[in-house]
């Protein structure tokens, strides 16, 4: 089984990452651990002085992305389910979906931050866009209260 778990560091991933953890998974099965950096670009191209800034800032996302993935796996992995981490740059809704796509994965698994309302209209919901759009199964994990 091939399983694509998204994170982004929130307290809805790490919950995505328990329930990963605590599950007894087919073997052999896989568990690749995806972040997703946004791409960063100058306000103005003629910007060549902030270049190394945006440069500096891109290679500090990544370098936390990779730090993320791979304490994820270090989390989840055990002898029966093998774990590889992947960082890739683009929009979340999207590029989740195609990495799961590209690597013809069975299962995504998500965490949910339960945003409602205008909270949701204006900063979207990562986990419904992947929902609609992906062509495998999608597991939704929300947090648990308190």
């Given at each position: 089984m091939?399983?694509?778990l998204?994170?982004?560091?929130s307290?809805?991933?790490?919950?995505a990452i328990?329930?990963?953890?605590?599950?007894p998974w087919?073997t052999?099965?896989?568990v690749?651990?995806?972040?997703?950096?946004?791409p960063?670009s100058?306000v103005?191209?003629?910007?060549?002085l902030l270049?190394?800034t945006?440069?500096d800032?891109?290679?500090?996302?990544?370098?936390e992305?990779e730090?993320?993935?791979?304490a994820?796996?270090?989390?989840?992995?055990?002898?029966?389910l093998?774990v590889e981490?992947?960082v890739?740059e683009g929009?979340?809704?999207?590029?989740i979906v195609?990495?799961?796509?590209d690597?013809?994965?069975?299962?995504?698994?998500?965490?949910s931050?339960g945003?409602t309302?205008?909270?949701r209209?204006?900063?979207?919901?990562?986990?419904?866009s992947?929902?609609?759009?992906a062509?495998?199964s999608?597991e939704?994990?929300?947090?648990?209260?308190?």
């Amino acid at each position: 089984m091939k399983i694509l778990l998204a994170i982004d560091g929130s307290a809805a991933s790490d919950e995505a990452i328990d329930e990963v953890q605590q599950r007894p998974w087919p073997t052999p099965s896989t568990v690749r651990i995806l972040a997703v950096t946004l791409p960063y670009s100058p306000v103005a191209p003629d910007a060549v002085l902030l270049t190394a800034t945006f440069d500096d800032i891109r290679k500090s996302e990544v370098e936390e992305a990779e730090r993320l993935t791979k304490a994820a796996g270090e989390r989840i992995a055990t002898p029966s389910l093998a774990v590889e981490t992947t960082v890739r740059e683009g929009d979340p809704r999207t590029t989740i979906v195609d990495v799961a796509d590209d690597w013809n994965a069975d299962l995504i698994i998500v965490g949910s931050h339960g945003r409602t309302g205008l909270d949701r209209l204006l900063m979207g919901s990562v986990a419904q866009s992947v929902v609609a759009h992906a062509h495998c199964s999608v597991e939704v994990v929300r947090r648990r209260a308190a």
